[in-house]
């Protein structure tokens, strides 16, 4: 990597972060797996480096009060293979496996990656269709949101100058749930060219709850709240996701056009709403 | 790369095409822009700084308005360069009364070069789709202000 | 010379491991980019941004006045030396006059423009971003066939066509075959850019040492010696006072059969500042300034009878050359003339090439280098044939091969293939994949509404390059081996292996030829002051031709140290076997190393014999060598996306005598991963304006491990005569059977919605629409 030359820090408790933070002109260093390939690029020119990497305090997984919370610099590979995770939000767990590569999960973070927003990251379909909650600080604020409101735009989400991702806040799923994560991964980046993650309750044989998280097809995630209502209203699965991403917005590159990424959606939330029938009791 | 949409700005047709040719208005609806200073008629230099998640480049250029039919359309040139690349666009906006204001619709062709390009794929439609609805949705903004505050003065 | 002694332990024919792998695994290879040295400074170079463009100004103070910086060089700086070279030679071809920097335009977006010299590489890279480079943008063509229609812009404003050269071949009577012909077949077919993606970049050291006024050059080349004779006659300065070296070799696949203008420049700028100077590509430079691969477009015409009897075969190639000539740029395309009858019994055949300048980077060998276009478009031509007849695409492929009694068999295109056993393959492939139980499978499969395909493809290549007559700079390969005098084997080869493992199968061949064991023979390559001239590996020639010089090295230094070995035990018929000497009548015997001792001591010395033992071949082949085999491809396509799923993928290559069965399946292996990235991933996208698109990584798509089927791969053998080991070349094999029989196999699942053909990479919203749309494209 040749960047451009730059501060570097690395506070060793959460307060003296938020207080070198506090400013907005540092920049945050999590894994390093977006913000490290911008630099080399030298499309991101950072003074100043403050690297959250040696702050203990922010990783850790733990379900209490059912609900899972998850520190801010949990790997993707701690959340992929965390016995918490699988057992209590495995939707999270599956999702977290489809990320990048094996190098590439023992490095990124979860926070790094939801505050980076990137369009076609993983997480966000999941933590949508999990309801999650985001836990955001800074030196002189705590505040908790939705993950449908953290997401506002592509690669802009609602962190304010100062203020970083603390904790993921999950509901733990009920017993019986079923679950599934579906990706077409982009053969070069291996992000998402279109990613669906679903959660289905049963009962007497019909979708009782229904949840669909999309990424990758528009600029930012978002749920299917009327597909996952026909499913509990009872429309057959075919029916109910044919109108997947309606009205939103679709992405288009040299890979795949915004109509092909809306259809494989469609074909994609599906299969993924099969398995996780599949999975349910 | 080519980009339509239509946005709508309140008010009236007339109003919304004299604040799309305000060098004062261009400036402030602009993501990132620093500042418009007039080199010519219809022609501005301009300074921006773009900040998109961590990326973040300088660039200079031009901005340029022809094709002036008021209050139906005109086009708008945007070009810029910096270290990280260099962008041009060139859009045709047609102006037509819409229910609670003006539609403006965008019809452009939109060329990206440098480091961007090459290594922005998966992302440059997206960003620059982003880019052209914060320009509209701060210009629909300007628009309220200046709505408001003319009902002010009545 | 009959060696009665039993052979118990002979090498050649076994999977031994590669003897390079431990060092490469354990990462203690030397590579490159981990040379150092005292004062090294490193360079960074500035490209142009634009695909054309007209300089106005340099400014290059801003990157002077900071820290660092020991220079800048611009094009004014090199203006008077060579330019990069072109070896291959047309007739009527223009050659522009390619600078080793840009002088006052830019022709494709990374050409150098300038470059800083700094004591380190991040002070380098922070100078380069301050040189301030005005630009005027002019317009640019970047897709051949737009580039020769009318109204173009001009790559080089002194040649309005865009028109490199025109190439025209004709074998037999090709207007009358198609007068005869019954059908007809037509089709467009491209092979479109590739990237070639050596998981090493290029790169530089240059040590000028002034005492001596000579200069070391470290490279990461597929070509030292020709890398020294070219970059001395840039520089202008004597040959023997340039020494190149090639450290460890991160794959090259082509890339690095050249020579770049930053070879030339960096022993340039070295002898400037009086240090040694670095430079490594990064990899979004080497997107856009190493050579890119393929860029063919394709106008093929069939003409056969009704019975399935080919007559005949056109072909109009339009080949995107880039905005400049690198050292074989315009040769490629006529490869893929020479191929372009497959293993079929051609006898009329006409190809017109027309080579275009385009304001991209130049196309060069890529693995491959023009059979694979070759063979794609002649295997597709096949299909869609037998699709018009209505007939089994095996069918007509074995009904028109070459018959095994008409070896050596002259071409229409003037060739000599050797030998061949066409059919043998085939055959094996099909009783491998149960070829009658795969077509009820899929008649099944059609019934249930899944689109199953099956696709075969059967290849010839070029190997072996290749008879010097044939080569712009020769094409013999030379081996020195040298017995030392503790008996310790040290082989020298000219070809200059980077990853095929002739450090392992020549010192199998010196082992078994010499008796002793593999452990004592080292394999030396890539240095042209220890190694004896040689041309280097490329187009499948390392083991066929550079083998073959060891193999006569070999056999010259065996008679001698019988020579040494019969004088010491006093009888006239040794053999040499088990590390030692043996009297093939008493079974005396006395120990290899014994023997070389005396040889260099020479207290004694046979008749006419002199001291030492030394010997040196340079081997030239009387003709290429002709590999061929057919792949087979099982695939099935996901009707509602159009995503590819390859079920089985069978791959039988005859690639004549086999040394190493191990490194052999690494070679097909590979090579069918790079086949599968043509077919399914891989394209260099540029737009109209000359910005690739697909500039890193993250957009241009290769075949990562977990993307790859099981390759089942088997062999049948065919020796070639054309060379004493009776090998034939393997090294682009798997590149060459892999794509069409992909095309085929999807083509012939979506076959049942009229598609007839699909143009590659086989991308699934590519599919998906042409399913959508009833087989449309
Ligand atoms: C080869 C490769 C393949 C990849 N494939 C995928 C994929 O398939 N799917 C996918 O989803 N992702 C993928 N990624 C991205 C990866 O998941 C990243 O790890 C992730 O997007 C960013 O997390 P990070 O910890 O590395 O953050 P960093 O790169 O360190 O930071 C990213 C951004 O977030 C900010 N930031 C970091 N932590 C916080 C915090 N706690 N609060 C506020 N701001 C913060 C940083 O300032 C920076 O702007 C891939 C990356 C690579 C290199």
Same mark, same amino acid.
């Given at each position: ?28 260093? =999590? ?55 699988? =057992? ?191 999975? =349910?009791? | ?50 900040? #998109? ?22 086009? #708008? ?41 090459? *290594? ?24 309220? *202000? ?9 | ?36 040295? @005292? ?83 991040? #002070? ?8 301030? *480079? ?9 897709? @051949? ?56 970049? $290029? ?183 037998? $699709? ?84 712009? =700079? ?47 023979? #080292? ?179 290769? @075949? ?74």
């Amino acid at each position: 990597m040749i960047p451009q030359p730059f501060d570097y820090y690395a506070p060793a408790t959460l307060r003296e972060a938020l207080a070198m933070i506090a400013s907005g002109e540092h920049k945050i260093l =999590a894994g390093g797996m977006s913000l490290v390939p911008l630099m080399k690029l030298r499309l991101a020119l950072p003074e100043h480096v403050v690297d959250l990497g040696r702050i203990p305090e922010l990783n850790y997984i733990a379900e209490s009060g059912g609900v899972l919370r998850i520190g801010a610099m949990s790997t993707h590979h701690d959340i992929e293979s965390s016995a918490a995770v699988r =057992a209590h939000c495995p939707l999270l767990a599956e999702a977290a496996g489809h990320i990048g590569d094996a190098q590439v999960r023992n490095m990124g973070t979860i926070g790094g990656s939801i505050a980076h927003a990137d369009p076609s990251a993983d997480y966000p379909a999941a933590l949508l269709a999990l309801e999650t909650k985001i836990r955001i600080v800074s030196a002189n604020s705590d505040r908790t949101i939705d993950a449908a409101e953290f997401f506002v735009d592509a690669f802009t989400t609602a962190l304010e100058p100062g203020e970083i991702v603390l904790e993921l806040q999950a509901p733990v799923e009920d017993q019986g749930e079923g679950y599934c994560y579906e990706k077409v991964p982009h053969p070069a980046s291996g992000f998402a060219v279109v990613g669906v993650a679903v959660r289905v309750k049963k009962a007497g044989g019909k979708i009782a709850m229904a949840r669909i998280g999309i990424t990758g097809m528009g600029p930012r995630p978002f749920r299917d709240s009327m597909a996952e209502k026909m499913l509990e209203s009872g429309t057959e699965i075919g029916q109910a996701t044919q109108s997947i991403g309606q009205g939103e917005e679709a992405n288009s590159d040299l890979y795949a056009s915004g109509d092909y990424r809306r259809h494989l959606a469609r074909v994609h939330a599906a299969r993924a709403l099969r398995t996780a029938l599949t999975r =349910a009791s | 790369m080519k980009l339509t949409g239509s946005y709508t700005v309140p008010g009236p047709r007339e109003r919304a095409y004299a604040l799309l040719q305000d060098p004062a208005v261009l400036a402030q609806c602009m993501p990132g822009c620093e500042g418009l200073d007039r080199i010519g008629e219809n022609e501005y230099a301009m300074r921006m700084k773009m900040t #998109l998640a961590s990326i973040s480049g300088r660039f200079e250029g031009k901005v340029r308005i022809s094709d002036a039919n008021p209050p139906e359309s005109f086009r #708008l040139m945007v070009e810029g360069s910096g270290k990280i690349g260099f962008v041009k666009g060139d859009g045709l906006l047609t102006l037509s009364p819409a229910h609670g204001g003006t539609s403006v619709r965008f019809e452009g062709d939109v060329q990206v070069g440098g480091t961007i390009a090459n *290594v922005g794929q998966r992302l440059v439609e997206t960003t620059a789709r982003m880019l052209i609805k914060r320009f509209f949705d701060k210009l629909a903004a300007a628009a309220s *202000v200046l709505r408001a505050t003319e009902s002010a003065a009545d | 010379m009959a060696t009665t002694v039993s052979k118990p332990d002979l090498l050649v024919g076994k999977s031994i491991r590669r003897r390079e792998d431990p060092r490469l695994l354990t990462g203690t290879a030397i590579y490159l980019d981990d040379i150092k040295m @005292p004062g090294m400074h490193h360079a960074c170079i500035v490209r142009s941004p634009h695909g054309a463009a007209r300089i106005k100004s340099i400014n290059t103070k801003p990157a002077l006045d900071r820290p660092g910086v020991a220079a800048v060089f611009t094009g004014a700086d090199i203006a008077s030396l060579g330019a990069v070279p072109c070896a291959a030679s047309l007739p009527g071809l223009r050659v522009p006059h390619h600078h080793l920097l840009a002088q006052d335009r830019v022709y494709y977006q990374g050409h150098p423009v300038a470059v800083v010299v700094a004591t380190d590489r991040y #002070l380098a890279a922070d100078a380069a971003d301050a040189v301030e *480079v005005e630009y005027e943008p002019l317009p640019a063509v970047t897709d @051949p066939e737009k580039a020769i229609a009318a109204g173009a812009p001009a790559v080089h404003p002194e040649w309005a066509d865009n028109i490199a050269f025109t190439f025209h071949q004709e074998g037999g009577d090709t207007a009358q075959a198609f007068r005869d012909a019954e059908v007809i077949v037509k089709q467009r077919i491209t092979s479109q850019r590739l990237i070639p993606v050596a998981l090493e970049t $290029r790169g530089v050291v240059a040590d000028w040492r002034p005492g001596e006024k000579s200069l070391t050059l470290f490279s990461s080349t597929q070509i030292p010696h020709l890398m020294r004779s070219l970059v001395a006659g840039i520089l202008g300065m004597p040959e023997n006072l340039l020494r190149v070296i090639t450290p460890e070799v991160g794959g090259g696949f082509g890339s690095k059969l050249n020579v770049y203008a930053e070879e030339a420049l960096m022993a340039f700028i070295a002898k400037r500042i009086n240090k040694p100077v670095k430079w490594v590509e990064s990899r979004r430079e080497n997107f856009q300034a190493t050579i890119h691969g393929r860029g063919h477009v394709d106008y093929f015409e069939l003409a056969a009878k009704r019975d399935g009897t080919m007559l005949g075969l056109k072909l109009k190639l339009i080949a995107d050359l880039g905005a400049y000539h690198q050292l074989l740029t315009p040769a490629i395309p006529t490869l893929s003339v020479l191929m372009m009858p497959g293993l079929y019994r051609f006898k009329n055949v006409t190809a017109d090439i027309v080579g275009v300048f385009t304001n991209c980077v130049p196309t060069d060998a890529y693995r491959g280098a023009g059979r694979p276009e070759a063979t794609h478009g002649i295997e597709r031509m096949v299909d869609m044939l037998a $699709r018009e007849l209505n007939m089994d695409p095996v069918e007509l492929r074995l009904k028109n091969f070459v018959g095994n009694d008409e070896f050596p068999f002259p071409t229409a295109t003037g060739l000599s293939y050797d030998s061949g056993n066409y059919a043998a393959p085939l055959k094996q492939a099909l009783a491998q994949a149960g070829y009658p139980e795969l077509r009820t499978e899929q008649a099944q499969a059609r019934k249930e509404g899944r689109l199953m395909g099956i696709g075969i493809a059967t290849y010839g290549e070029i190997c072996a390059l290749g008879p010097s007559a044939a080569l712009p =700079a020769g094409g013999w390969e030379s081996a020195t081996v040298k017995i030392e005098p503790s008996g310790k084997v040290t082989v020298m080869t000219g070809a200059s292996p980077h990853g095929q493992g002739e450090e392992t199968t020549f010192a199998q061949m010196a082992a078994d030829a010499l008796g002793v064991g593999i452990d004592d023979v #080292l394999v030396v390559h890539g240095d042209t002051a220890v190694v004896q001239y040689g041309i280097g590996t490329f187009g499948s020639r390392g083991t066929a031709v550079g083998g073959a010089a060891l193999f006569y090295a070999l056999e010259e230094l065996k008679a001698k140290v019988r020579k040494f070995g019969a004088m010491m035990l006093d009888t006239d018929s040794v053999t040499l076997s088990g590390g030692a000497c043996v009297d093939e009548k008493t079974g005396k015997s006395i120990s290899f190393a014994e023997v070389a001792a005396a040889a260099y001591h020479a207290k004694k010395l046979p008749p006419n014999t002199e001291p030492g033992l030394v010997s040196t071949h340079f081997w030239e082949p009387p003709n290429f060598t002709f590999p061929f085999g057919a792949h087979l491809v099982v695939t099935e396509v996901d009707r509602e996306t159009g995503n590819i799923e390859i079920k089985r993928y069978i791959a039988v290559d005859d690639c004549g005598k086999i040394i190493n069965p191990l490194l052999v399946a690494g070679q097909v292996h590979g090579g069918v991963a790079q086949g599968l990235g043509q077919a399914l991933w891989e394209q260099a996208v540029y737009d109209d304006t000359g910005q690739l698109l697909t500039g890193e990584l993250t957009d241009y798509a290769i @075949p990562k491990a977990h993307f790859m089927p099981w390759i089942e791969s088997s062999h049948t053998c065919t020796p070639s005569p054309v060379n004493p080991m009776g090998v034939k070349g393997v090294g682009e094999a798997g590149t060459i059977g892999c794509s069409p029989a992909v095309v085929n196999s999807v083509v012939d699942a979506l076959a049942p919605l009229g598609v007839r053909h699909i143009d590659m990479p086989l991308t699934p919203e590519k599919i998906w629409k042409m399913i959508a749309q009833g087989g449309q494209a």
